[in-house]
């Protein structure tokens, strides 16, 4: 099969299976038969089947859209998938109904091919194939780890090179220009099934890279931090800053005993403390476009809650607060 056909080994199988490919002796539906060079086979594609899941016409802000695949800037609070807790409200939802007929099916169901996820409470830039294809074609990209991937964090602590603490961490190095790379392996919690958690003898390889933007208090206790992904695990950007002991703010999960000192933020301290989810946002993605070859590149700007919390960490005796700044 030519590679822009976009059909794995296991969606021929299943086509096997349902005698949907002829060939010059009929329909076949041995994957072991052989084959001879010159002959041709006939695939018939059926239409793809509707799935349970529900279209709900849900709001959403669109970065980008072709035939292939979409864009999808993400508000905090939506979960990407539907789920035992989540059966609705969810992004794929809202894509059943925005993108209709447009849907040409992944693996035989009239469906969006999720490539990547973010979590619920984290916002940002997604991207989601509307074809086999096309999802053949993202998926390989962030399997290769081509994809770029650029987040925007609010987060307790700072990224200190002389920092005797934060060297000493298992797992933690610097790269030049202060880069703090952190590289481990994550797997499941031992006790919390929900919860990711650091491991060096199992699991999944895992390497994150952040570089503070900006510092916050005197002596410094909070951070902007921008935070690169070489892989894309679950949770990983949170637990791999709590690790060590940069805890994103409004991180319920994986927040850390180490919090910014109220001491040094003074009157934001409070606002710090009551941020409603972890500090985290999808600010840039980037890749090949898995059909065209062109480069894309999109970014988001902070979301109203984290560019407010920004502005009163930047003006803290400012009670009123200036106009929230989102160029970082």
């Not at 035939?67 to 807790?85: T, Y």
């Not at 002991?245 to 180490?258: E, F, Q, S, T």
């Amino acid at each position: 099969m030519p590679e822009d056909a976009g059909l794995s080994r296991s969606r021929l199988s299943k086509l096997l299976a349902d005698g949907a490919i002829s060939g010059p002796s009929g329909v076949v539906r041995d994957g072991k038969a052989r084959v001879s060079e010159g002959q041709e086979y006939l695939i018939a594609l059926p239409d793809p089947e509707p799935v349970e899941t529900r279209p709900e016409a849900i709001p959403l802000v669109i970065a980008y859209e072709d035939d292939e695949l979409i864009v999808v800037d993400k508000p905090a609070g939506m979960v990407v998938h539907p789920a035992p807790g989540s059966p609705s409200g969810t992004l794929v939802n809202a894509l059943l109904a925005h993108c209709g007929d447009s849907l040409s099916g992944i693996g035989g169901e009239k469906r969006p091919g999720i490539v990547h996820r973010i979590d619920k409470d984290t916002s940002g830039l997604l991207v989601v194939a509307k074809s086999d294809r096309a999802h053949h074609g993202l998926a390989a990209q962030f399997e290769a780890h081509s994809a770029q991937r650029r987040y925007l964090a609010l987060a307790h602590g700072v990224i200190d090179g002389a920092d005797a603490r934060l060297r000493g961490t298992p797992g933690v190095s610097f790269e030049d220009g202060a880069i703090l790379k952190i590289t481990s392996r994550l797997a499941r919690h031992g006790t919390d099934r929900q919860k990711q958690a650091v491991y060096f003898d199992k699991g999944r390889h895992a390497v994150t890279r952040a570089r503070m933007i900006e510092s916050f208090g005197t002596p410094p206790a909070a951070m902007l931090v921008e935070c690169r992904l070489e892989t894309g695990r679950t949770h990983q950007i949170r637990v791999h800053m709590s690790h060590a002991g940069l805890g994103l703010i409004g991180d319920p999960v994986y927040g850390g005993a180490r919090k910014a000192s109220a001491k040094a933020l003074g009157p934001v301290a409070a606002r710090i403390a009551a941020f409603s989810r972890q500090a985290l946002h999808a600010a840039h993605l980037g890749f090949d476009h898995p059909i065209t070859g062109e480069p894309l590149a999109f970014d988001s700007p902070l979301p109203a809650d984290m560019a407010n919390l920004l502005n009163q960490l930047r003006h803290p005796s400012d009670s009123g607060g200036h106009a929230a700044d989102t160029r970082a």
